[in-house]
Structure formats: structure tokens, C-alpha cells
């Protein structure tokens, strides 16, 4: 039989101390719940650039390091090329970029510091002799791939494989 001590620290691991708990920054328990729901890694259109990509020919690594303290979606390292994947509302696309009505100087900041952060690092990456290339979630995918395909085959003499 237990001692009435192990019972006391069991009853109360199984009731953890709701004040001991961050305040969320959601404003209700769904929202937080759809926002941890996003994907960070392999999302749809990144999913969907890195098809055509190696349907083209082009071999690359994926959320690899460019530099230290800067992960990519999609990294050509013998090129020196460095795609990040934005999505609009994240980054805020000018075009389909939103800004909630609910907790808004929240979320300005948020986006904000996201669009300072992807210049800061697309500085970085120049500094370091890395070209980056910004895809939005919206472009059309064989346009970006094209794009992205022509800069790293750049100076290899190869003929665009057929799009379509």
C-alpha cells in the first residue's frame, strides 16, 4: 500500500497549478488551437515549389542551414541559393496580406518583426555571398520554379527542361 505521502505528490501531478501557466497570447482557446495547428515545415506550397522543382532536375537540401541561424525551405548550397517559402499573412504580402481585427497590435507587431526578420536575414545571406529568393505562397508554382531554376542553373550552359 502507498503511504499517504506518494498519494498526495500523485494527486497532485494529476491537477497541475493553473497559475503556474504563461498567459496565451490567443484570445480564445480555438484560436490558439488553429494557430499551433500551423504548419511551420512542408506546407502545401512549399510542398508543391519543391515538386516542380525536382521535376525540372534540380537537386537541393530542404530546411537546411545557409548560414548559422538562418533555415531555408529549399538550400542549393553549390550555387549559394536560398529559397524561403512565405506565406501571406505571416509575412505580409502586400497583395493578400490580411490584418486581424481582433488583438491587433498584436498581431502588427508580430507581422511586422516577421518582415524585419526576412530582410535582416535576406542581408545576411548577401553578406555571406548567398542570393535568397522570396516565393509567396500565392505565385504560381512552375513561375517560381522557373525563376528559381533559372538562377541556379545560371553559367551551366542546360537548356530549360519543357514546362506544362
Aim: hydrophobic share 40%; aromatic share 8%.
Amino acid at each position: 500500500m502507498s503511504s499517504p505521502r506518494q498519494l498526495t505528490v500523485r494527486s497532485s501531478l494529476a491537477q497541475p497549478d493553473q497559475t503556474s501557466r504563461a498567459r496565451s497570447w490567443a484570445t480564445s482557446a480555438t484560436v490558439r488551437s488553429v494557430m499551433v495547428a500551423n504548419k511551420k515545415k512542408n506546407t502545401t506550397p512549399e510542398l508543391r515549389l519543391r515538386a516542380e522543382l525536382h521535376r525540372l532536375g534540380l537537386r537541393y537540401r530542404v530546411h537546411a542551414k545557409p548560414v548559422p541561424g538562418v533555415v531555408a525551405d529549399v538550400v542549393f548550397r553549390p550555387k549559394r541559393v536560398a529559397v524561403f517559402v512565405d506565406g501571406c499573412f505571416w509575412h505580409g504580402c502586400e497583395t493578400h496580406g490580411t490584418w486581424p481585427a481582433v488583438n491587433r497590435h498584436y498581431w502588427q507587431a508580430k507581422i511586422s518583426g516577421n518582415i524585419l526578420r526576412d530582410r535582416r536575414v535576406d542581408d545576411l545571406l548577401v553578406v555571406a555571398g548567398w542570393r535568397s529568393v522570396r516565393v509567396w505562397e500565392h505565385e504560381p508554382v512552375i513561375g517560381a520554379a522557373i525563376r528559381i531554376y533559372d538562377l541556379v542553373r545560371i553559367g551551366q550552359g542546360r537548356e530549360r527542361p519543357a514546362v506544362g
